[in-house]
Protein backbone atom coordinates (compact mmCIF):
# COMPACT_ATOMS: atom_id res chain seq x y z
CA UNK A 1 0.00 0.00 0.00
CA UNK A 2 1.63 3.43 -0.36
CA UNK A 3 1.37 6.30 1.77
CA UNK A 4 2.00 9.88 1.73
CA UNK A 5 2.44 12.18 4.21
CA UNK A 6 2.67 15.76 5.05
CA UNK A 7 3.61 16.83 8.55
CA UNK A 8 2.89 20.41 8.06
CA UNK A 9 -1.05 21.02 8.44
CA UNK A 10 -0.53 25.19 7.82
CA UNK A 11 2.42 27.19 7.08
CA UNK A 12 3.02 30.66 6.80
CA UNK A 13 4.74 32.62 4.42
CA UNK A 14 5.82 36.74 3.98
CA UNK A 15 5.24 37.84 0.66
CA UNK A 16 8.24 37.73 -1.76
CA UNK A 17 9.90 35.00 0.87
CA UNK A 18 10.95 31.35 0.07
CA UNK A 19 8.95 28.53 2.00
CA UNK A 20 9.20 24.98 1.46
CA UNK A 21 6.70 22.56 2.15
CA UNK A 22 7.09 18.97 3.34
CA UNK A 23 6.40 15.23 2.29
CA UNK A 24 7.41 12.03 2.86
CA UNK A 25 5.89 9.03 1.42
CA UNK A 26 6.11 5.13 1.16
CA UNK A 27 5.70 3.23 -1.84
CA UNK A 28 6.74 -0.75 -3.30
CA UNK A 29 6.82 0.16 -6.43
CA UNK A 30 9.65 0.53 -8.36
CA UNK A 31 8.19 2.97 -11.01
CA UNK A 32 6.03 5.62 -9.53
CA UNK A 33 5.66 9.49 -10.04
CA UNK A 34 5.49 11.91 -7.41
CA UNK A 35 2.85 15.34 -7.79
CA UNK A 36 1.90 18.61 -6.00
CA UNK A 37 -1.32 20.27 -6.38
CA UNK A 38 -2.42 23.65 -5.60
CA UNK A 39 -6.42 24.05 -4.01
CA UNK A 40 -7.28 27.50 -3.80
CA UNK A 41 -10.79 28.41 -2.60
CA UNK A 42 -12.16 27.56 -5.52
CA UNK A 43 -11.35 24.30 -4.66
CA UNK A 44 -10.54 23.41 -8.27
CA UNK A 45 -7.39 21.11 -8.64
CA UNK A 46 -4.12 22.38 -10.14
CA UNK A 47 -1.36 20.43 -10.87
CA UNK A 48 1.73 22.60 -9.75
CA UNK A 49 4.98 20.05 -10.78
CA UNK A 50 5.60 16.34 -10.91
CA UNK A 51 8.35 14.47 -10.68
CA UNK A 52 8.91 10.83 -12.04
CA UNK A 53 11.45 9.03 -9.42
CA UNK A 54 13.40 7.57 -12.42
CA UNK A 55 14.70 11.30 -12.90
CA UNK A 56 17.44 12.30 -10.33
CA UNK A 57 16.93 15.76 -11.31
CA UNK A 58 14.57 17.69 -9.27
CA UNK A 59 12.10 18.66 -11.17
CA UNK A 60 11.43 23.10 -11.35
CA UNK A 61 8.28 25.09 -12.63
CA UNK A 62 9.17 28.89 -12.49
CA UNK A 63 9.02 29.53 -8.82
CA UNK A 64 8.24 26.27 -7.99
CA UNK A 65 10.87 23.40 -7.35
CA UNK A 66 11.27 20.17 -5.63
CA UNK A 67 13.64 18.73 -3.61
CA UNK A 68 13.48 14.66 -4.59
CA UNK A 69 15.04 12.60 -2.06
CA UNK A 70 14.42 9.06 -3.63
CA UNK A 71 16.76 7.02 -0.71
CA UNK A 72 15.01 9.21 2.05
CA UNK A 73 11.56 8.92 0.14
CA UNK A 74 11.02 12.78 0.81
CA UNK A 75 9.30 15.25 -1.96
CA UNK A 76 9.70 18.51 -1.03
CA UNK A 77 8.08 21.97 -2.65
CA UNK A 78 9.61 25.00 -2.19
CA UNK A 79 7.99 28.17 -3.70
CA UNK A 80 10.32 30.93 -4.75
CA UNK A 81 8.93 34.58 -4.35
CA UNK A 82 6.14 33.89 -3.27
CA UNK A 83 2.73 35.40 -3.71
CA UNK A 84 -0.37 36.38 -2.43
CA UNK A 85 -2.03 33.95 -5.24
CA UNK A 86 -0.18 31.16 -4.02
CA UNK A 87 -2.06 31.08 -0.53
CA UNK A 88 -4.26 27.48 -0.90
CA UNK A 89 -4.10 24.23 0.19
CA UNK A 90 -0.95 22.35 -1.21
CA UNK A 91 -1.38 18.56 -2.22
CA UNK A 92 1.22 16.00 -2.32
CA UNK A 93 0.63 12.64 -4.03
CA UNK A 94 1.97 9.27 -5.51
CA UNK A 95 0.89 7.44 -8.02
CA UNK A 96 2.26 3.65 -8.17
CA UNK A 97 2.76 2.56 -11.39
CA UNK A 98 1.81 -1.34 -11.37
CA UNK A 99 -1.18 -0.45 -9.00
CA UNK A 100 -2.43 2.41 -10.93
CA UNK A 101 -3.57 3.94 -8.22
CA UNK A 102 -3.24 7.90 -7.02
CA UNK A 103 -2.49 8.89 -3.18
CA UNK A 104 -3.02 12.32 -1.67
CA UNK A 105 -1.60 13.64 1.66
CA UNK A 106 -3.80 15.35 3.92
CA UNK A 107 -2.79 18.87 2.57
CA UNK A 108 -0.61 21.59 3.76
CA UNK A 109 -2.83 25.23 4.27
CA UNK A 110 -0.50 27.73 2.72
CA UNK A 111 -0.59 31.42 4.09
CA UNK A 112 0.74 34.54 2.48
CA UNK A 113 1.20 37.56 4.26
CA UNK A 114 1.85 40.84 2.92
CA UNK B 1 -12.67 22.16 -25.16
CA UNK B 2 -11.48 18.76 -23.47
CA UNK B 3 -12.15 18.17 -19.86
CA UNK B 4 -13.76 16.20 -17.00
CA UNK B 5 -17.00 17.25 -15.83
CA UNK B 6 -18.76 16.79 -12.63
CA UNK B 7 -22.77 16.60 -12.12
CA UNK B 8 -24.45 18.33 -10.20
CA UNK B 9 -22.24 20.61 -8.57
CA UNK B 10 -24.97 20.75 -5.71
CA UNK B 11 -26.73 17.63 -4.38
CA UNK B 12 -28.39 17.12 -1.30
CA UNK B 13 -30.07 13.51 -0.59
CA UNK B 14 -32.21 12.28 2.26
CA UNK B 15 -30.82 9.69 4.41
CA UNK B 16 -31.54 6.23 3.58
CA UNK B 17 -31.21 7.16 -0.40
CA UNK B 18 -29.30 6.30 -2.93
CA UNK B 19 -27.77 8.91 -5.20
CA UNK B 20 -25.28 8.69 -7.92
CA UNK B 21 -22.69 11.48 -8.84
CA UNK B 22 -21.95 12.13 -12.74
CA UNK B 23 -18.42 11.85 -14.07
CA UNK B 24 -17.71 12.57 -17.55
CA UNK B 25 -14.58 13.22 -19.47
CA UNK B 26 -13.79 13.79 -23.08
CA UNK B 27 -9.95 13.74 -22.58
CA UNK B 28 -9.60 10.15 -23.88
CA UNK B 29 -8.32 9.18 -20.77
CA UNK B 30 -7.59 5.45 -19.37
CA UNK B 31 -7.93 6.14 -15.77
CA UNK B 32 -10.55 7.29 -13.71
CA UNK B 33 -10.56 8.18 -9.98
CA UNK B 34 -12.76 9.29 -7.15
CA UNK B 35 -12.06 10.94 -4.25
CA UNK B 36 -13.51 12.30 -1.02
CA UNK B 37 -12.42 15.35 0.77
CA UNK B 38 -13.36 16.08 4.38
CA UNK B 39 -11.29 18.95 6.60
CA UNK B 40 -8.25 17.78 7.58
CA UNK B 41 -8.14 15.01 5.69
CA UNK B 42 -7.02 15.23 2.56
CA UNK B 43 -7.90 13.59 -0.98
CA UNK B 44 -9.16 9.78 0.49
CA UNK B 45 -9.08 7.28 -2.48
CA UNK B 46 -12.96 5.58 -2.54
CA UNK B 47 -12.36 3.67 -6.48
CA UNK B 48 -10.56 3.94 -9.37
CA UNK B 49 -10.42 2.08 -13.05
CA UNK B 50 -7.48 1.66 -15.05
CA UNK B 51 -9.85 0.19 -18.22
CA UNK B 52 -12.90 -0.15 -19.09
CA UNK B 53 -15.44 -2.50 -17.31
CA UNK B 54 -12.63 -2.95 -14.29
CA UNK B 55 -11.94 -0.90 -11.42
CA UNK B 56 -10.63 -1.52 -7.67
CA UNK B 57 -11.46 -0.24 -4.37
CA UNK B 58 -9.71 2.46 -3.15
CA UNK B 59 -8.97 3.09 0.59
CA UNK B 60 -12.56 4.43 1.73
CA UNK B 61 -14.81 2.04 -0.60
CA UNK B 62 -17.18 0.29 1.48
CA UNK B 63 -20.82 2.34 0.79
CA UNK B 64 -19.73 3.51 -2.35
CA UNK B 65 -19.99 1.91 -5.55
CA UNK B 66 -19.35 2.17 -9.41
CA UNK B 67 -19.36 1.39 -12.77
CA UNK B 68 -17.13 1.90 -15.89
CA UNK B 69 -18.83 0.84 -18.81
CA UNK B 70 -17.62 3.52 -21.28
CA UNK B 71 -14.35 5.22 -21.47
CA UNK B 72 -15.92 8.64 -20.64
CA UNK B 73 -17.87 7.81 -18.00
CA UNK B 74 -17.17 6.74 -14.43
CA UNK B 75 -20.54 7.68 -12.27
CA UNK B 76 -20.11 6.80 -8.13
CA UNK B 77 -23.40 5.71 -6.15
CA UNK B 78 -23.40 6.66 -2.58
CA UNK B 79 -25.39 3.98 -0.83
CA UNK B 80 -27.44 3.90 1.80
CA UNK B 81 -24.84 2.09 4.11
CA UNK B 82 -22.28 4.76 3.75
CA UNK B 83 -22.97 6.28 7.37
CA UNK B 84 -21.60 9.61 6.83
CA UNK B 85 -21.78 11.25 2.94
CA UNK B 86 -21.91 14.68 3.78
CA UNK B 87 -18.62 15.35 1.89
CA UNK B 88 -17.04 16.72 -0.93
CA UNK B 89 -16.53 14.59 -3.86
CA UNK B 90 -14.19 14.58 -6.73
CA UNK B 91 -13.63 13.10 -9.93
CA UNK B 92 -10.01 12.79 -11.65
CA UNK B 93 -8.62 11.27 -14.86
CA UNK B 94 -5.80 10.52 -16.48
CA UNK B 95 -3.78 9.07 -19.18
CA UNK B 96 -2.38 5.84 -18.22
CA UNK B 97 -0.52 3.52 -19.95
CA UNK B 98 1.95 0.53 -18.73
CA UNK B 99 2.38 1.88 -15.83
CA UNK B 100 3.36 5.66 -17.47
CA UNK B 101 1.17 8.55 -16.29
CA UNK B 102 0.51 11.71 -16.72
CA UNK B 103 -1.04 14.35 -14.09
CA UNK B 104 -4.32 13.46 -13.12
CA UNK B 105 -7.27 16.25 -14.26
CA UNK B 106 -10.02 16.98 -12.00
CA UNK B 107 -13.64 17.88 -11.89
CA UNK B 108 -14.85 20.72 -9.97
CA UNK B 109 -16.86 18.62 -7.37
CA UNK B 110 -19.77 17.43 -6.26
CA UNK B 111 -20.95 19.01 -2.73
CA UNK B 112 -23.25 16.31 -1.09
CA UNK B 113 -25.45 17.11 1.56
CA UNK B 114 -27.40 14.72 3.94
CA UNK B 115 -30.36 16.53 5.01
Known amino acids: AQTVTQSQPEMSVQEAETVTLSCTYDTSESDYYLFWYKQPPSRQMILVIRQEAYKQQNATENRFSVNFQKAAKSFSLKISDSQLGDAAMYFC???????????FGKGTKLSVKP | DGGITQSPKYLFRKEGQNVTLSCEQNLNHDAMYWYRQDPGQGLRLIYYSQIVNDFQKGDIAEGYSVSREKKESFPLTVTSAQKNPTAFYLC??????????????FGQGTRLTVV
Open chain 2, 92 to 105: ASSWDHGGMNTEAF
Open chain 1, 93 to 103: ACYGGSQGNLI
